[in-house]
């Protein structure tokens, strides 16, 4: 089974307008943390935001929020007020567990997103 | 700042062809990755090392090698390039804090023809 699963393989939006990315997650781990990366055409990944299981409040950075559903297991970035440099493939990624030794990621395919002007 | 720097971004090489992509990291960080990127499918893990010489298989280790023999420098090896690993490698390190934060190198797109 996917670990992390994004829906929306891509997706339009008007600047300045809002917008939700979807993330499902699956593990049996009561320890996770939950990352979001953007990946401009340049090819470079960028951390946005991060979410820890046990954190009790939803992540927040600038425009970027996590509307975090613990019990369905989701984790939604929104972005507020699209800007056209918001154009980007968004990446929604997992770490699990307390023995991740490596801290190692397991990613979803990602969504691709296009700000209309 | 983060600094993660992979040498190439583009690489042409050839089947059969010995290829290394090389990564480097300023912040003295023990653990660094190496993921490929294809469409549809994300970034997989290939291989991961958590300190100098000491190194784990991913998800997807085979016909990859690694090599870390100073801590900055972390190297991925194809030992016969094939067309199948044309792909979009990227290096990551983390940052030593409670988040564990991965940052990236900009990406090596290889392509084996």
Known sequence: ????TQ??????VQEKEAVTLD???DTSDQSYGLFWYKQPSSGEMIFLIYQGSYDEQNATEGRYSLNFQK??????????ASQLGDSAMYFCAMREGWD????????????????KP | DVKVTQSSRYLVKRTGEKVFLECVQDMDHENMFWYRQDPGLGLRLIYFSYDVKMKEKGDIPEGYSVSR???????LILESASTNQTSMYLCATIRGEA????YFGAGTRLSVL
């Open chain 1, 1 to 4: 089974a996917q670990k992390i």
């Open chain 1, 7 to 12: 829906t929306q393989p891509g997706m339009f």
């Open chain 1, 23 to 25: 993330c499902t997650y």
């Open chain 1, 71 to 80: 019990a369905r297991k989701s984790a939604n970035l929104v972005i507020s």
């Open chain 1, 100 to 115: 991740n030794a490596g801290n190692m990621l397991t990613f979803g395919g990602g969504t691709r997103l296009m700000v």
């Open chain 2, 69 to 75: 023999e100073k801590k900055e420098r972390f190297s």
């Open chain 2, 99 to 102: 988040k564990n934060i991965q």
